[in-house]
C-alpha cells in the first residue's frame, strides 16, 4: 500500500449506504463495485479511471488558483508510478472556463457528454460550479470535492451526487469572527465580499457571531470590475477597524493595495481561498509588504511549515512531478484534494462504480492532512468542519492558536476542536 494512503480505515457494509444514493445515480450496485452492468461504469476500463474538473486556468481568478490542477496531476502521477488504484490509473482532463460561467456549462457539458468522465473532481468557483448542478446530477455523475466553501453544495436532497471540500464559507467567517470578537474587542467591523453565495455566506457567518448590527458597513465587489476604490473609499469613511474579506486572491490584493494607496490600513482577514500569502505577495508586487499582519483562517496543514509530515510528502512530490514549482497553499490544496480521491476510489472498491464512490464518500472514515475532519455523511455533503487562525507575521503565514469546529446553523457555537 503506497504512502499516501496509509491509515485508511477498512470499509465495510457499503451495500447499505450505497442504497442511500441508488436513485439519485438511476441505477443499484454493490458498494464493492461489482460486476459490468451492476452500476454506472462510465469513465472506467480494466486499466483506467477518467475524471475531469473544470479550473480558471485564465481569468480573474487565475492568480494561484492556476497552480491547483498540476499539483493534483502530479500527486496522480505519484500514485500511478506506484500501481494506480487497484490497478487502475487515474487520467485527469482539465478546462479552462476563465471563471466565467457560460464558459463553465460549455468545458462541463464537453468532460461528461463527449469525454465521458467518470466524476469531476474539484470543479472550482461559486458562480462557475452553481450553474452546472443540475446537470451533473440529471445525468448520475459524481460531483466530487467543489473547490468553493458555499452552502451550495450541501443539499443532498437535490444534489445527491454533490460533495463539497472546503470548509464553507460560513463556518469559516464564524471561527474568525469569534476570534475577532473576543481579541479585538470593540472593534468597528466592516465586510467586503464577492456579490454572490460566496460574499453572503460570508457575512452571515459574521453575524451570526456578532449579530447584523454590529457590522458597521458592508460593501462588495464584481469579478469583472477591478476599480474598488469607491468601496475601499467607503470603508475608509465609515471609520472601519477590522475588514473581514470574502475575495479571491486578486481582489484580496486589490483591497489591500488600493486600501494602502488611501492611506487606509484597518487590520485585514479573509478567507482560506483569498488568503495564500505566496499568491498575494506575487499580485501585490512591491506592496506586498502591505499583507503583514493579515489574519487568515484554513483547514490544511501550512505551506510553511517545516516538520509537518504531509507538506514534507507534497513537497517531494512537487519537486518530482511538478517540476519544482514555488510551493504554496494552493499546491497543498491541489495535492490534499487528489489524496481524498484516491481514498475515496480505492474504497469504492476493486471494480468501482459511480454509485459504489459516491456511497464511499457518504461512509467517511477519510485520513489525510485537514487540522478538523470531514463531515460527510448522507444527511451533510459539506467539506471540512472548521478551522484555523494563522496571521502574516515577518513573510511567514503561521498559525496560532488551536483549531475550531463549528456548523452554519444559527446559534451553534464556535468550539475548540479536540483531536483523537
Avoid at 63 to 71: N, T
Avoid at 338 to 361: C, D, K, W, Y
Amino acid at each position: 500500500m503506497i504512502r499516501s494512503r496509509r491509515h485508511l480505515i477498512p470499509i465495510v457494509a457499503l451495500a447499505a449506504t450505497a442504497a442511500l444514493t441508488a436513485a439519485g445515480c438511476g441505477s443499484g450496485s454493490s458498494a464493492t463495485g461489482g460486476s459490468a452492468g451492476e452500476g454506472d461504469t462510465t469513465g472506467i476500463t480494466d486499466t483506467s479511471v477518467l475524471i475531469g474538473t473544470h479550473m480558471p486556468m485564465t481569468g480573474p481568478a487565475a492568480a494561484g488558483y492556476s497552480k491547483i490542477p498540476a499539483a493534483t496531476q502530479a500527486y496522480f502521477d505519484h500514485v500511478n508510478e506506484q500501481g494506480g488504484v487497484h490497478g487502475r490509473t487515474i487520467e485527469y482532463k482539465v478546462l479552462d472556463d476563465g471563471y466565467n460561467p457560460a464558459n463553465t456549462q460549455q468545458v462541463v457539458r464537453e468532460l461528461v457528454l463527449q469525454d465521458q468522465v467518470f466524476a469531476i473532481l474539484g470543479g472550482l468557483g461559486t458562480p462557475t460550479h452553481s450553474g452546472v448542478l443540475d446537470f451533473l446530477n440529471t445525468n448520475g455523475v459524481p460531483d466530487l470535492f467543489v473547490a468553493s466553501g458555499s452552502r451550495t453544495w450541501n443539499q443532498p436532497d437535490k444534489y445527491p451526487l454533490t460533495f463539497g471540500y472546503n470548509a464553507d464559507y460560513t463556518v469559516e467567517a464564524k471561527v474568525m469572527t469569534d476570534y475577532v470578537d473576543k481579541n479585538l474587542p470593540g472593534k468597528k467591523i466592516c465586510t467586503f465580499g464577492q456579490d454572490d453565495d460566496f460574499g453572503a455566506d460570508y457575512l452571515d457567518g459574521v453575524e451570526q457571531i456578532v449579530g447584523a448590527e454590529n457590522v458597521v458597513e458592508r460593501q462588495t465587489y464584481s469579478t469583472s470590475n477591478t476599480n474598488v476604490a469607491p468601496q475601499i473609499g467607503a470603508l475608509q469613511a465609515a471609520g472601519c477597524e477590522v475588514v473581514m474579506l470574502a475575495t479571491i486572491p486578486g481582489f484580496t490584493a486589490l483591497a489591500i493595495g488600493t486600501a494602502g494607496r488611501l492611506g487606509f490600513a484597518p487590520q485585514w482577514t479573509t478567507a482560506s481561498v483569498g488568503g495564500d500569502l505566496v499568491t498575494l505577495s506575487k499580485t501585490l508586487g512591491e506592496a506586498a509588504p502591505l499583507a503583514e499582519g493579515l489574519l487568515s483562517t484554513n483547514y490544511l496543514p501550512s505551506h510553511f511549515s517545516e516538520d509537518d509530515e504531509w507538506t514534507t510528502q507534497f513537497r517531494e512530490i512537487n519537486d518530482k512531478y511538478n517540476g519544482g514549482a514555488e510551493f504554496d497553499g494552493n499546491i497543498v490544496y491541489g495535492m490534499s484534494m487528489a489524496h481524498l480521491f484516491v481514498q475515496a476510489l480505492e474504497a469504492a472498491g476493486e471494480n468501482p462504480t459511480r454509485e459504489s464512490i459516491v456511497a464511499a464518500i457518504t461512509d467517511n472514515g477519510f485520513d489525510g492532512p485537514n487540522l478538523v475532519p470531514f463531515r460527510f455523511s448522507a444527511d451533510d455533503h459539506s467539506g471540512a468542519g472548521g478551522a484555523r487562525v494563522n496571521q502574516v507575521r515577518g513573510g511567514i503565514q503561521e498559525y496560532f492558536g488551536p483549531s475550531y469546529t463549528t456548523t452554519d446553523t444559527p446559534g451553534d457555537a464556535v468550539v475548540e476542536y479536540a483531536a483523537g
